[in-house]
């Protein structure tokens, strides 16, 4: 025999579970968000400095700057470009610019990088200006 009631308090505690497990969802869903942009940004800087200081070091080895990214993986001062983790694609972009070699030598290539992505990190700067 079925006690009056119990059926309506049930259901009120499996509402207030599932309103109680959205809640947490949606609050953890942001800080999870957050937590993997940080990675990203984290290993996007990490890169940069990676392929910046292989950049300078081809450029003091061969007393010439590199004319592509793709010239720093052919003569193996990095093993491959690296994927940019903020946009999944490997389109970093290259800065030319006059490079001084020596003293009144420069040369134009490569002298920096920046990331593709057009958003800003969880700071307010804009990628390409890291």
Do not use: C
Request: without cysteine.
């Amino acid at each position: 025999m079925k006690r009056p009631g119990r059926s309506a308090n049930s259901k009120a505690a499996v509402l207030v579970l599932l309103s109680f497990g959205l809640f947490l969802l949606v609050t953890r869903g942001d800080e999870y968000r957050r937590s993997v942009k940080r990675a990203r940004e984290a290993v996007s800087k990490q890169d940069l400095a990676v392929m910046r200081n292989a950049i300078k070091s081809y450029t003091s080895d061969k007393l010439r700057p590199p004319q592509s990214l793709q010239d720093l993986s052919d003569e193996r001062y990095l093993r491959e470009i690296p994927t940019d983790p903020l946009t999944g694609k490997r389109d970093w972009v290259p800065h030319f610019g006059n490079v001084r070699i020596g003293p009144g030598k420069t040369l134009f290539g490569i002298d920096d990088l920046h990331s593709s992505a057009t958003q800003s990190d969880s700071k307010g700067t804009h990628y390409k200006d890291w």
